[in-house]
């Protein structure tokens, strides 16, 4: 079982866009390393030879087989101006979505 | 604590009886919804079971359908609340969370729509853990939710808003989300039925994502009869949820409820260590009274199930960091002020509560490189391991039964500083949810404490309608389901 630092804690939050405090940081190492050492004991388990892992698919079998795709057709959708109502910041007036600067200083 | 509000001795109406009300001219739907309105006014300062109230809407919908009666109208007048993840074009829809508490979504879930259709009136939103993600309620961002059996207990979770309203009759009728049991321990907790239908039975579209291969809308009823009646108007095929069956709605209105003569009901007795004494003891009486109406009781193995909670909390949590990744200001919800992109992500995202920081971190860990093989691939492996274990038990029995939660109510606060305590509160109802397959609770007495206990049945996938019978046998034999907690309309 892997054991965690408060590096790999910081790491894995900045992977999910996470700013943690310093004291987020010390309880999370501890909470996650106690859950993680729990669910290890997924991995002293024996998986047979003819599993599929699409076995582990909740709908797998069910009538109509639900989960493939629909064609590819245009059809309508949201309209623009309700879809901008609930976005913060938005140029409704343009028709844009708008965020903060993404490069440069 | 302040002293509990007064209650009624009269028992509060089904959602069978207001339809029946409505329809005969004995009641109207105006009438149904101002009572409803001043009971919840009245009796939920005590429980915060809402979030959100639509007192206007639903007068203004309650007069339209008493002046338009749609003709094929099942729900004909009922009110209905709905767990706050549920999306309503006319409501808020904050999932409990702070990320969302201005959100206003520009569409209806299939399932509000479905119950639009049937004459149903949303009455408001409820209570519930942060993104669903809790055992308790307490995890919601505007304070708990608190058990109508007892006040300094909590109602379950994540659904505990849906279920108190139901559990102290506020509402008929209430929908929740069942992602490891979310609505099945809430249900068993306060002492009303629950059942997580066969996974892509509902649609899940409008449904704010956790666990997108988990997720089930789930309702909330007094009756098992009530259960199947709304359960009937928002199962089937919807084409805005590709993982929806084309299976025919669930109807389990009509039967035989006389008997369970040739229903063989399995006992995982080797998961039965260490629940409570209370708990145990009500077990053996809805065992007993399974029996005592035909059943036959038959021991089965479930050989992974003691590994569901951790398989259950690394795939959920997977799928709940990717779920959550797009809460990052741009689209909807909030944002917080950033002179840069990347900033306004974090300061976002900084928003999210204790719990959800948690499960995004577990979840991002286990999809991280180095660590996806042994523990998000190998979750997988034994999902589809306790697949193969219900499919050899169903061989050779109909339905499954155990205790729904290992325990009654706990104290509110008791496991909050103890996450994975938190999560044991599961072991019982998350391999219905790994293994797709529909599972009910339903009420089968009170413990010692005074507190309800549930019994849980699961069945074969798409065999709802079975579970719903065999609670509605046990229903009309027992007196279970007519208990009321003290705190209620």
Known sequence: MPTLSGSDVRRIAALARLELTDAEVERLTGELAAILDYAAQVQRVDVPADLRIEESTPFEGAPGAPGRLRDDEPMPSLPRAAVLDDAPGANTAAGFFTVPRVLGS | ?489
């Open chain 2, 1 to 489: 604590m302040t002293t509990d509000p007064p209650t009624s001795a009269t028992p509060p109406l089904t959602a069978c009886e207001i339809r029946a009300a409505i329809a005969s001219g004995r009641s109207s739907a105006t009438q149904v919804c101002r009572e409803t309105l001043d009971a919840i006014a009245r009796v939920d300062p005590a429980l915060h079971a809402f979030l959100h109230v639509d007192r206007e809407g639903a007068l203004a919908r309650a007069a339209e359908l008493d002046r338009n009666p749609p003709s094929d109208a099942p729900l004909l007048g009922v009110p209905v609340a709905l767990k706050d993840n549920i999306c309503t074009k006319a409501l808020p829809t904050s999932a409990g969370s702070r990320l969302l508490e201005q959100y206003r979504p520009p569409y209806d879930a299939t399932v509000v729509s479905r119950l639009h259709a049937a004459g149903a009136i949303v009455i408001g939103k409820t209570n519930m853990d942060e993104f669903a993600m809790g055992s308790s309620t307490e995890h919601s961002a505007f304070g708990p939710t608190f058990n109508p059996w007892a006040r300094d207990r909590v109602p379950g979770g994540s659904s505990g808003g849906s279920a108190a309203a139901v559990s102290a009759g506020l509402v008929p009728l209430a929908l929740g989300s069942d992602t490891g049991g979310s609505v099945r321990q809430p249900a068993a907790l306060c002492g009303v039925v629950g059942i997580k239908p066969t996974y892509g039975r509902v649609s899940r579209y409008g449904l704010i994502a956790f666990a997108s291969s988990l997720d089930q809308i789930s309702p909330f009823a007094r009756t098992s009869e009530d259960a199947a009646l709304v359960l009937r108007v928002i199962s089937g095929q919807d084409a805005c949820d590709a993982t929806t069956s084309s299976a025919p709605p669930i109807d389990a209105g009509a039967g035989d409820f006389s008997t369970l003569d040739g229903i063989r009901v399995g006992v995982p007795r080797h998961l039965l260590d260490g629940i409570e004494d209370d708990v145990r003891v009500r077990f053996d009486a809805a065992l007993a009274e399974l029996a005592g109406a035909g059943a036959r009781l038959v021991d089965v193995e479930l050989r992974h199930a003691p590994l569901a909670v951790p398989v259950y909390y690394l795939v959920g949590n997977a799928e709940a960091s990717s779920n959550l990744a797009r809460y990052d200001g741009v689209r909807y919800g909030f944002r917080a002020n950033a002179d840069r992109v990347a900033d306004m992500y974090y300061d976002t995202r900084a928003a999210f509560g204790a719990e959800v920081k948690r499960r995004i971190m577990i979840g991002t860990y286990v999809l991280s490189a180095g660590y996806w093989d042994a523990f998000y691939l190998k979750a997988q492996a034994l999902r589809a391991l306790i697949r193969r274990d219900y499919a050899a038990a169903f061989s050779a029995v109909d339905v499954i039964a155990t205790p729904t939660s290992p325990t009654t109510a706990f104290r509110i606060g008791e496991r909050l500083d103890d996450p994975l305590r938190m999560y044991l509160s599961d072991v019982f109802t998350v391999p219905a949810n790994l293994a797709g397959l529909p599972a009910i609770s339903f009420p089968c007495g009170e413990g010692t404490s005074g507190l309800p206990v549930g019994v849980q049945l699961t069945g074969r996938a798409f065999e709802d309608a079975l579970l719903l019978r065999v609670a509605r046998t046990i229903e009309t034999r027992s007196d279970w389901f007519t208990h009321r907690p003290p705190v209620r309309a």
